[in-house]
């Protein structure tokens, strides 16, 4: 199992097997007689949260959809099912998510854990939509939490994997929707001064990516959805950007095939939703990913710190994309009751100059009380991370309690969690 690298080839994990179970007595007969183990997911994280150096456990053979209610409008799937997988399914049967991420192609326990999410000021993490959760305890228990029963499930449900393995969810649904994606062109930096709400709010989901290599975010990604009022019609100007008069990829000299349909044409949510389409490689593929959240109203302020380091981060980045996203209740969310502004970093595949240019992007984001995803790469000190989590001394007894003897804890919780 050494030789197992992460999607990206940025991260080689160190476990001694790969496990893959098809069923629920199977998972329990394994953890039970493991000492160490982690849940691998669809291989998006980027740093070494999913690794130990024991047993590692991948879902990816319980992927089925359990349970569509209608009356309840839920879902309950196996973790390991991809969200284009389920996507399909839903749609196929009138329902959707209320939002994605970038990529389809990554699991639902995976995504959920590490609390991803898509764009918009009205949609939160795709932890939100997590109504229950079974897991399986470092002894075999299983458990199940559903929200608004049991008081730990805010705690849980972005349980960074340190908790159990968890099998199943039900997450809600709403009726399928029909979406329009246009991109625009050259949006100038000082547009946002005074109207960064007004271009944030008008649209379902909006995206602006820059290469920070001139005060312009070079493509804005807006995508309507269809039947709500003003959304349906794409402008001819978005705030003195253009239309594209072609498809685009936001990465420079990449294929617009992978990238999700735009130019205005209606389809359904979950080919306009995330960026990249499922069939093709996501992205630039050979990449570095980092990305830090700060409060919503801090927005220009961040653009505008991290602007002073432009000629840094340029020659490193592929592209940079900055998207909105509301406030959960999760405790381990970096959204956790606060809307948030997500700053994100698609960099070259050159670690050691990455790594020295972190320190100094973190520093520039520091009066706003920046957070990092919890999957990307990052060099904050733990005692920074942990000042930001006010719950983060209750996820913590909460981690004890259900896995007293640390079977599912690895390097990473115990540096910036535990200790």
């Known amino acids: 199992m050494g030789d197992q690298l992460n999607w990206a080839g940025n991260y080689r994990y160190c476990s001694t097997e790969l496990l893959e179970p098809k069923s629920l007595e199977e998972v329990k007969d394994l953890v039970v007689s493991r000492t ?29 959809v359990i349970e569509l209610d209608r009356v309840q409008r839920t879902v309950t799937v196996e973790g390991g099912i991809r969200y284009g997988d389920l996507c399909r399914y839903l749609e196929d049967h009138g329902y959707a998510l209320h939002n994605l991420a970038s990529l389809p192609h990554i699991s639902v326990a995976g995504a959920v854990a590490t609390a991803t999410h898509g764009s918009g000021d009205l949609n939160a993490g795709l932890a939100s939509s997590v109504r229950a959760i079974e897991l399986i305890k470092s002894d075999g228990e299983v458990t199940v939490l559903t929200r608004g029963i049991d008081p730990e499930f805010d705690g849980a449900v972005v349980g960074l994997g340190g908790l159990g393995v968890v099998t199943k969810l ?35 989901s909006v995206s602006l990516f820059t290469n920070w290599a001139e005060p312009i975010f070079n493509q804005v990604w807006v995508k309507r959805k269809l039947g709500i009022n003003g959304e349906d019609e794409a402008s001819s100007d978005f705030f003195g950007a253009s239309p594209a008069p072609e498809k685009r990829h936001m990465v420079t000299g990449q294929s617009v095939v992978n990238c999700s349909e735009q130019l205005g044409t209606p389809g359904p949510w979950y080919e306009r939703l995330p960026h990249f389409r499922m069939e093709f490689t996501p992205s630039a593929g050979n990449e570095l990913q980092s990305e830090y959240f700060v409060p919503r109203q801090h927005a220009v302020e961040a653009i505008r710190a991290l602007g002073k380091l432009s ?10 994309e900055i998207r909105t996203i509301a406030a959960d209740t999760l405790w381990m969310s970096p959204c956790y009751r606060q809307d948030s ?6 960099w070259k ?4 100059r990455v790594r020295q240019l972190l ?19 990052f060099t904050m000190e733990p005692e920074m ?35």
């Open 36 to 64: 160490s183990i982690r849940v691998l997911g669809s291989r998006h994280s980027f740093n070494g949260i999913a690794d130990t150096a024991g047993s590692q456990l991948s879902l990816r053979k319980m992927n089925r």
């Open 170 to 204: 039900q997450l809600d649904l709403v009726h399928s929707f029909q979406v329009s994606q246009t991109v625009y062109d050259r949006l100038p930096f000082s547009a946002l001064d005074s109207g960064i709400d007004e271009i944030f709010s008008s649209a379902y």
């Open 311 to 320: 000629d840094r981060i340029s020659p490193l980045l592929f592209i940079s």
């Open 341 to 346: 502004v997500g700053l994100h970093f698609t």
């Open 349 to 352: 595949p050159d670690w050691e």
């Open 359 to 377: 320190p100094l992007v973190e520093r520039e984001l520091e009066p706003f009380g920046v957070r990092p995803h919890w999957a990307k790469l």
């Open 385 to 419: 991370i942990q000042g930001r989590y006010e719950r983060l001394a209750d996820f913590r007894q909460l981690l004890l309690r259900y896995d007293p003897i640390g079977k599912f804890r690895n390097t990473f919780l115990d540096h910036y969690i535990m200790h």
